[in-house]
């Protein structure tokens, strides 16, 4: 099955997805008709709430108005990718209950590094749904749904056309818990930096294995600014330099080398694979700049309230700036209003009754972090309109034009 998936995608290469170049630059949008996503919470949509417990309110009150295996009050980057390309929010993988897979899946789970952590999840914290896992279950799931397709019934409504496997964009949000990982096991920040090669060089065997099964077209995003991150700076705050906007230095400088090994290993990729399209992006700058210059970005006053404002309301009225961007939305205690012990959505018995102590804030729309770790849907949806149009690319490719590939200074 696998080997008429590689077949199909020869042909759409070789007729619908022309090479793209200077001279190209009126190529086709590329019409993808599915999603498969690699990652970590920054991308997870429900695979580790399906297998370890779901995310409690109240993650998702934004959007969904209940969680919805996301560690956020609303939606992700993956999800507005999703949108953007008019497809609908992927399902995770693992969860069995109400899903939707015909126009794909998602196998990040939260927690996930690349490189397995031979540990349990309640001994590191860690999923152990890495990234090889999350590849064995792309290929089970391409060759067990063109099976159950052919059996007919409701199938076909439920599962991507074998097509859809060769078509599609390939997303990939993962290693951060790589280097976190490091940091838990009392690392030094040049013992982490010693593994990283290993890291990168299993993402790139990733890629590869996903290019056999017959993908083209790779999105893939860098990791953020670990120094910036709250659950990072209440940890570490008394121990390591800040920079001039109050980020910790050290971390920041870890997440920049291992950006810089990723790149390198994308750059790589790109003359190994000679049909993959693969787009590199930088969204370390991108919430770098939301978070240190926050009260600069924002979204703009509307007649709608968050949690009823459509996807593409008209903007109007003045700027409202982010707010507090070293200070959780959801959380409890102390100067960063996040407690290890007691994260988003925690809970205490007072007299018999339980009590939720770890509340969110009063408008997460104007807020950047929502738990300590992750970013609310208002920071989510103000990253994505940066990198959507290619800005922080390389290539310079806008997400619609991701399945052409093109050399690094031309643009589409």
Not at 297 to 304: E, I, P, R, V, W
């Amino acid at each position: 099955m696998a080997m008429a998936v590689v077949a199909a995608a020869l042909t759409l290469l070789t007729s619908g997805f022309p090479a793209c170049s200077a001279a190209g630059a009126a190529a086709a949008a590329c019409d993808f008709p599915s999603i498969f996503n690699f990652g970590d919470s920054n991308s997870d949509t429900g695979g580790l709430s399906a297998a370890f417990g779901q995310a409690p309110p109240p993650n998702g009150e934004t959007y969904f108005h209940r969680p919805a295996g996301r560690y956020c009050d609303g939606r992700l980057l993956i999800d507005f990718i999703a949108e953007d390309l008019r497809l609908p929010h992927l399902s995770a993988y693992l969860d069995s209950v109400g899903s939707n897979f015909s126009h794909g899946a998602n196998f990040a789970t939260a927690g996930s590094p690349i490189r397995p952590q031979n540990m349990t999840l309640a001994q590191s914290g860690y999923s152990p749904i890495a990234l090889n896992v999350q590849l064995v279950e792309f290929s089970d799931f391409l060759a067990r749904s063109q099976y159950f397709r052919s059996q007919g019934g409701v199938f076909p409504r439920l599962l991507p056309r074998e097509e859809y496997f060769s078509r599609a964009l390939y997303t990939f949000d993962i290693g951060q818990n790589d280097l976190t990982a490091g940091l838990t096991q009392n690392m030094t920040i040049d013992q982490i930096k010693a593994y990283i090669p290993d890291v990168t060089a299993q993402f790139s065997d990733a890629i590869k294995k996903v290019y056999a099964e017959g993908g083209r077209s790779f999105w893939i995003h860098n990791t953020g600014p670990l120094g910036c991150l709250i659950y990072i700076m209440n940890r570490y705050h008394l121990e390591a330099p800040e920079d001039e906007h109050g980020c910790l230095r050290p971390f920041n400088e870890l997440a920049q080398y291992f950006n810089a090994k990723l790149k390198e290993a994308v750059d790589t990729l790109r003359t190994e694979l000679p049909l993959a399209a693969v787009t590199y992006v930088d969204v370390y700058s991108v919430k770098y700049n939301l978070i240190t210059q926050a009260h600069q970005h924002g979204d703009y006053l509307s007649t709608f309230t968050p949690s009823f404002r459509p996807n593409n309301f008209s903007r109007m009225g003045r700027l409202i700036g982010f707010q507090q961007p070293f200070k959780a939305c959801c959380g409890h205690g102390g100067k960063y209003n996040y407690d290890d012990s007691r994260r988003c959505g925690f809970k205490i018995t007072v007299e018999g009754k339980e009590v939720v102590i770890a509340r969110s804030c009063k408008d997460p729309l104007v807020r950047v972090g929502w738990d300590g770790i992750h970013f609310t849907e208002a920071a989510n949806r103000w990253i994505f309109e940066q990198i959507a149009d290619g800005s922080y690319s390389e290539p310079p490719v806008r997400l619609n034009m991701a399945c052409h590939r093109m050399d690094h200074q031309s643009t589409v």
